[in-house]
């Protein structure tokens, strides 16, 4: 949810202006994660997740038709949702004309969200490798049954042999028994502080 919001309307939906840049976009497929640029037009769903109430965000342009349509549907006119006051004209005036046809026009889908035309062409250029077929046996090979070697067991690394003494002697190094720990020291301490 926003800052600056005040009461919300009915209807779970909001547009207003992104306010930072931190925003993901929950649109469909090639837009989703995208980040909702600060200042962008961006409209929110109402999501309950474990019982407190957030918008989940996308671009306007990744609207879809079924979402105007449910829209339209809850609200019923334009002028109830919530944000709409706030914007500048020319965006209130994209929200009606996308209301009026139900879905957003071609210029306001954001570039995330359109299928790259570029990288299809150049897949396209591109000749596909191919398997080389098969060898075919002679029909001499195919009398005598083929000369089939018999397939080897993939190799093992060999095991290392550690014996308990090298191990004890790596542990030994690491950890110098000989010195107390610093528990064993400050109890030392407080022994000494006694006796005193």
Same mark, same amino acid.
């Given at each position: ?33 995208? &980040? /909702? $640029?600060?200042? *962008? ?9 474990? !019982? ?5 965000? %996308? ?48 210029? &306001? /889908? $954001?570039?995330? *969200? ?9 897949? !396209? ?5 191919? %398997? ?41 190094n690491l950890i110098d ?8 020291? *400050? ?10």
């Amino acid at each position: 949810m926003s800052d600056n919001e005040g009461p919300a309307k009915k209807g779970g939906y909001r547009v207003e202006y992104a306010s930072s840049g931190r925003a993901k976009c929950k649109g469909p497929k090639p837009c989703t994660g995208t &980040d /909702i $640029p600060k200042g *962008a037009l961006r409209l929110g769903s109402l999501v309950e997740i474990r !019982g407190a109430a957030n918008y989940s965000w %996308r671009h306007w342009g990744c609207a879809s038709s079924k979402l105007i349509s449910n829209m339209k549907e809850r609200l019923g006119d334009v002028e109830e949702l919530d944000g709409f006051d706030e914007l500048r004209d020319e965006d209130k005036d994209r929200i009606r004309r996308a209301f009026e046809e139900g879905k957003v026009a071609e210029a &306001d /889908i $954001p570039p995330s *969200a359109g299928k790259p035309a570029a990288a299809d062409a150049v897949e !396209g250029d591109k000749p596909k490798k191919k %398997r080389a077929p098969a060898k075919k046996k002679t029909e001499t090979e195919a009398e005598e049954g083929g000369d089939e070697r018999p397939k080897k067991a993939p190799a093992r690394k060999p095991r290392v042999k550690v014996s308990w003494l090298s191990l004890t002697r790596t542990c030994s190094n690491l950890i110098d028994y000989r010195k107390p720990s610093r528990r064993r020291m *400050a109890l030392n301490q407080k022994r000494n502080r006694r006796r005193l």
